[in-house]
């Protein structure tokens, strides 16, 4: 079983930065991709970002393309998402999610990542 520890969230001013972390225990963390999505109230779930096992490559969502990065330290089983430039359209409940396929190549439906953490909000003033 696996489970994912979200932190880092709080309230920023637009313009501002965050790092979120999630950490990793159960399943062997190397192996799999991870991801981040999020959730703004009365919206969709949708994807931010995702890096593969290695973390040789990243993929993002348009409109975060630029200002976030995601990285990930396998040594201590923890993926980060550090986040710039940030802007009132980021507020959202964020989660970070642990891919289900080995050989990930940037598929951003819910489908490719089977295990979800809590979330941790974030909120950006204007």
């Known amino acids: 079983q696996v489970q994912l520890v979200e932190s880092g969230g709080g309230l920023v001013q637009a313009g501002g930065s965050l790092r979120l972390s999630c950490v990793a225990s159960?399943?062997?963390?190397?192996?799999?991709?991870m991801g981040w999505f999020r959730q703004a109230p009365g919206k969709d779930r949708e994807f931010v970002a995702a890096i593969t096992r290695s973390g040789g490559s990243t993929f993002y969502a348009d409109s975060v393309k630029g200002r976030f990065t995601i990285s990930r330290d396998n040594a201590v089983k923890t993926v980060y998402l550090r986040m710039n430039s940030l802007k009132p359209e980021d507020t959202a409940l964020y989660y970070c999610?642990?891919?289900?396929?080995?050989?990930?190549?940037?598929?951003?439906?819910?489908?490719?990542?089977?295990?979800w953490g809590r979330g941790t909000q974030v909120t950006v003033s204007s």
């Open positions: 159960g399943r062997t963390f190397i192996y799999y991709p």
């Open positions: 999610a642990l891919g289900s396929n080995t050989n990930y190549s940037g598929q951003r439906d819910f489908d490719s990542f089977d295990s």
